[in-house]
């Protein structure tokens, strides 16, 4: 099935959005981080868990979304918040601890939250499960429309609340989409050495849930995927495990070398972002102009992003205490 033009522009430049940013975030990232372990030092403090070669999930699924639709993610966020519309600006102040930052500086990377567009992330293991199927309960109990959905890595299948929150979707049968994030890697632990299935979308059966494998880090095919997921839930039909076959282009995180991938780096390691540029000009959807183009903006747009952040004001140490309920 050919997808519209427009979506499939669209998704070209959500994808090149993550990239460019997860870029420029990397490179303030290392500013003064001498030795590289030295996680407060520079003006992005912290761990850093880019998205780099995640964006096709971002992107594919975001792009089939409504208004209504919510989200919970977990610590390597970055690529779904771009895609689902979390506003650049606001974002970057969070990462680098400022006042104008979505949470006024206080959640950071792995805690990025924005109710204007359903949007939250965790940096707990699994735990947006939970709260998405609350979410997605309230929305069945009320008649109201939207699909909650929660995004997880392949290792994070392996938490108990997995279990217990699949078990209450299919039982129930509520308008949930649990979006498995499969890059094979659990920090270094390779998928076959943590979980018994291949395929951890097999297990849907069991819960009484749809269960579908999107191979080759698609955003098309996610796109189309995620359409059905969608069209299930909203007539009633229930929760879909989602899995999507993806690739971490990096370590786990800044300053993992990654040297446990060893014998399959090469042919792992493909960046879906080149590909799927090349992939539009050849299918006559851009030139290599037009690409061109709309990097050029984006890039605009991404260092205007970073530059507020860098220029806007730290919180005040009166407000330490505020948000805080003990």
């Known amino acids: 099935m050919s997808l519209p033009t427009s979506i499939r522009r669209s998704m070209f430049e959500t994808m090149v959005r993550s990239r460019f940013w997860d870029d420029r975030l990397t490179t303030q990232y290392w500013i003064d981080k001498t030795p590289v372990f030295a996680f407060g030092a520079g003006p992005l403090p912290g761990e ?27 610590h390597r966020p970055h690529h779904i918040a771009v895609a689902r519309g979390v506003d650049l600006r606001e974002m970057s102040a969070e990462l680098f601890g400022k006042k104008a930052g979505l949470s006024g500086g ?12 359903n949007f939250s992330s965790s940096g707990i293991i699994a735990e947006g499960l939970g709260p998405a199927a609350g979410m997605a309960f309230a929305r069945k109990m009320q008649k109201k429309s939207g699909v909650a959905l929660s995004f997880l890595g392949d290792g994070a299948v392996n938490q108990g609340a997995f279990h217990e929150v699949m078990n209450i979707v299919g039982l129930h049968k509520l308008p949930f989409i649990c979006v498995i994030e499969d890059n094979k890697w659990a920090v270094t632990t390779h998928k076959s050495m943590s979980t ?24 098309e095919l996610i796109y189309l995927a995620t359409q059905r997921a969608l069209e299930r839930a909203r007539s009633g039909e229930g929760g879909t495990i989602l899995e999507i076959e993806t690739v971490r282009l990096s370590g786990h ?16 390691q493909v960046d879906p ?18 690409a061109s183009d709309i990097e050029r903006v984006i890039g605009a747009e991404v260092d205007e992003a970073i530059t507020f952040a860098l220029d806007a004001d730290y919180p005040d140490a009166n407000d330490a205490l505020n948000c805080t309920f003990a």
């Open 48 to 74: 850093l868990h880019t998205s780099h070669g995640q964006e096709p999930v971002g992107a594919g699924v975001c792009a089939a979304l409504s208004d209504e639709d919510m989200i919970t993610t977990g």
């Open 106 to 117: 206080r959640g950071g990377h792995m805690h990025l939250y924005d109710k204007r567009v």
């Open 196 to 219: 018994a299935c291949e395929r951890n979308s097999d297990r849907a059966e069991n819960y009484g849930m749809t269960g579908e494998f999107v191979e080759g880090n698609d955003p």
């Open 253 to 268: 995180f800044m300053g993992d070398p990654a040297g446990y991938i060893t014998g399959e780096k090469s042919d792992y």
């Open 273 to 290: 972002v080149p590909v799927y540029r090349a992939r539009l000009i050849d299918d006559g959807i851009l030139t290599e102009q037009e």
